[in-house]
């Protein structure tokens, strides 16, 4: 748990460009709950500012707006991960109104891959951290949302304000979707009570960005590809989708996003997503890619669109459609990094 990816380095209030009035409040309220963090956590000292925080969270309103966390909510593209960086960098700037705070910023890919549980996780951020970011808390099984309300749990009782970012609705987890009602209830009473949620809407601006590589699709999409591979200079890998499913499976995932983003240019042939696993394996990987800081020039080759990969309303209720609409995230960065060409 370190400090936003370096994509991020630069992402501050100031920097932050609001394309709708949503993502203008949006902006406001993150400042706002940065601000309060700090002046409500920078005191003399550490137990003294863990009893205010704690005698505000128990009691039984937030008027201060603080509260136990910030969740930004809304679909992929409107600076949700810019507003969470941002909240970052106004409580560990030294040059700051009052002392910094120390905050640790994590993907919650992380929190459910680690092996400590719930609470000891927790603790273990309560010692280093007052103020815990995660970005993209995305739930894909019952057991990722049991962890997840663990570690939110223990760590408002130990005096940790958590600010998140989501593409869904807290109601909506797999829970919800999968008719858990217990458990839904659970979450959705969590959120209510301790989260201020913050509607971060307008369209992706990612598809405004010019594109470095390029995406193949119809017909003759694999032989353009493997032209393209062939004329290719530098540091470049081509790999069938099959092979880096493969790839996605034997090698760490820290491991391998390193190894591609080394490339200068990677060539991915005949993708075609056949189930959840599948697509998860692609979303995880093209997440690493589109947050490295040189990421490599991306070429694939499909018989469509990215958006025709694993599209949510084809997809049936429950798992299936909690991950298809997730992977709208991921058809967001492709197009980012790839530019849509069709090939007869």
């Known amino acids: 748990m370190n400090g936003p990816p370096p994509r991020y ?35 003399p000292g550490w137990r003294r500012g863990m009893r205010r925080l704690v005698r505000t969270i128990a009691g039984p309103h937030h008027h201060d707006g603080l509260g136990a966390g910030l969740y930004l909510l809304g679909p992929v593209g409107t600076g949700k991960t810019h507003l969470l960086a941002a909240i970052h960098d106004a409580v560990t700037d030294p040059r700051g109104a009052g002392a910094p705070i120390p905050a640790a910023f994590v993907h919650s890919s992380t929190l459910f891959r680690a092996k400590a549980p719930p609470e000891e996780y927790a603790h273990d951020v309560a010692k280093r951290a007052r103020v815990l970011l995660i970005d993209e808390v995305e739930l894909d099984d019952p057991a990722s949302e049991v962890r997840l309300m663990g570690v939110l749990r223990t760590l408002r009782r130990l005096g940790v304000v958590v600010a998140a970012t989501s593409n869904a609705r807290p109601e909506s987890f797999v829970t919800g979707a999968q008719g858990s009602e217990r458990l839904a209830r659970f979450v959705s009473e969590e959120f209510r009570r301790n989260y201020h949620v913050v509607l971060v809407g ?54 391998l996003a390193r190894e591609l983003a080394d490339l200068d240019a990677l060539f991915l042939e005949s993708v075609a997503i056949r189930d959840t696993d599948d697509a998860l ?11 490295a800081p040189h990421a490599p020039a991306l070429h694939l080759s499909a018989a469509g ?14 798992v299936a459609r909690s991950v298809a609409e997730k992977f709208a995230r991921t058809t967001s960065r492709i197009e980012a990094l ?6 007869e």
């Open 281 to 291: 394996r692609l979303l995880r990987v093209m997440d690493d890619l589109y947050a």
């Open 305 to 318: 669109r990215p958006s025709e990969w694993f599209p949510p309303a084809l997809q049936p209720a429950g």
């Open 9 to 43: 380095a630069g992402s501050t209030f100031a920097a932050y460009r609001p394309a709708s009035p949503s993502q203008e409040t949006a902006r406001d309220e993150a400042r706002r709950f940065a601000a309060r963090a700090r002046r409500r956590l920078a005191g």
């Open 202 to 255: 307008g369209d992706d601006y990612r598809r405004r960005l010019p594109s470095r590589g390029v995406t193949y699709v119809g017909p003759g999409a694999d032989e353009a590809l493997r032209a393209a591979a062939g004329a290719a200079s530098g540091r470049t890998l081509h790999l069938t989708f099959l092979e880096l499913l493969a790839r996605a499976t034997e090698v760490e995932r820290v491991r």
């Open 338 to 343: 790839a530019a849509v060409v069709l090939v």
